[in-house]
């Protein structure tokens, strides 16, 4: 299938729901047990089977935009440092000097070296230790044994992804699955580029609740009946699954000027519909014609969670199209994601909390969070079995 086949597809979905008013369906609800979300021993098996375990999305290849560039990204507690060697492969490293463990770098740009800030000891943008001061006092150290702790990663398809603890390598096909890793390289968005720095919003709920929020828009009409629900199609999706991941398809108000219209009129349709794609267990990424934005959701404890932000933008924009950007770019952030989905997440943790309220429910209309509720419980499930292996 080619890039307009595939849209084509999705559009000719998205019109039927918009003119029958439906969206799709699963066969059953789902009532999720209320202690997923506030046992701490629940967490703490989620942090090893979901985060420890599984290959997690560390950014977009354009973070990374040439040999020399580096970003540092903080997951799960765990301090990362992601660069480009000069071969133009990628590395992830601990950001945490073999020396005494302070963090290295903040932030992202190009460097030829990293220096610790503490004692000065210096890798080289593949990690391998290259200056110390007073290096006689270390005599006896192997130095080679003492370059940046390198983390499993791999690239591919626009999307780097690694793991937070040392281990066997990643297979970025194996990961994806062959439909999606096709369906990411029909996106071809490996060089779209940062658009200003990651944002990290402070969540008073577990990061599964604030996950939750975006995987449907039931409740566009209502929670963002101010701002989205002019937008977009409220209660209007499609869903696919990928494996664990998944994708869901918003219809933009838009659409409704193909109604009617034979498809070989159409023209470019990308304007007319929204992507977004869940990367198991905790990645949000949503595509729209100008740019990505990329979700990280991360526990931070039984009842709060962070939520990294990053935009990318897709290169050769006008400078129209830029400045509508620089202008919705704060409005999504501020006013309709931590205004309206992040308040409505702090609203929910204190009645979870309680426990009285015995299951959380997921309805037929919401095929996207009961997907990732059931692969969450199937990967803490796998993890219990091979801990009594």
């Known amino acids: 299938m080619d890039k307009e086949a595939f849209e084509h597809d999705l559009v000719r979905r998205l019109l039927q729901h918009v003119e029958h008013g439906t969206t799709d369906l699963t066969d059953e609800i789902l009532e999720v047990p209320v202690d997923v979300y506030t046992s701490a021993d629940r967490l703490a098996e989620e942090r ?19 040999p020399g560039s580096y970003l540092t990204v903080d997951l799960c507690g765990t301090p990362v440092l992601v660069s480009r060697g000069k071969d133009g492969r990628v590395h992830a490293f601990l950001n945490a000097c ?20 503490f004692h000065n000891w210096t890798y080289d943008n593949e990690g391998a230790l290259v200056g110390l001061p007073v290096a006689t006092a270390f005599e006896g150290m192997c130095r080679e044994d003492k370059g940046l702790v390198e983390l499993p990663v791999t690239e591919g398809y626009g999307l780097v992804v690694g793991r937070l603890r040392p281990g066997a390598e990643i297979d970025i096909d194996e990961y994806l699955g062959p439909d999606l890793a096709a369906e990411l390289a029909l996106l071809d968005f490996a060089d779209w580029e940062l658009f200003g720095e990651p944002h990290t919003h402070p969540v008073g709920a577990n990061w599964k609740v604030t996950l939750d929020t975006y995987r449907e828009n039931y409740h566009f009409d209502f929670l963002h009946r101010d701002t989205l629900a002019a937008y977009a199609h409220g209660g209007i999706l499609t869903f696919d699954p990928f494996g664990r991941h998944l994708r869901n398809c918003s219809a933009i108000k838009s659409i409704d000027q193909l109604k009617g219209v034979p498809e070989e009129e159409w023209g470019d349709v990308g304007a007319h519909f929204s992507l977004q794609y869940a990367l198991f267990p905790n990645i949000s990424l949503t595509f729209d014609s100008r740019h990505i934005e990329l979700w990280q959701i991360l526990p931070t404890g039984v009842s709060s969670s962070e939520v990294v932000h990053t935009t990318y933008v897709r290169p050769g924009l006008s400078e129209d199209e830029t400045t509508k950007l620089a202008d919705m770019a704060p409005w999504i952030c501020e006013t309709v994601v931590d205004g309206e989905d992040f308040w409505v997440a702090g609203r929910t943790e204190p009645g979870i909390g309680t426990g009285l309220l015995g299951t959380v429910v997921f309805g037929r209309n919401e095929p996207a969070p009961q997907h990732l509720h059931q692969g969450f419980e199937a990967a803490i499930a796998a993890a219990r079995a091979a801990g009594r292996d």
Do not use: K, Y
């Not at 073999?98 to 800030?117: I, K, L, N, W």
């Open 98 to 117: 073999r020396h005494r463990g302070v963090r290295v770098m903040d932030g992202a740009g190009e460097a030829r070296r990293f220096t610790c800030p």
């Open 48 to 66: 090893t089977a979901l985060f420890g375990d599984q290959p997690l999305l560390l950014c977009l290849s354009g973070a990374l935009p040439r």
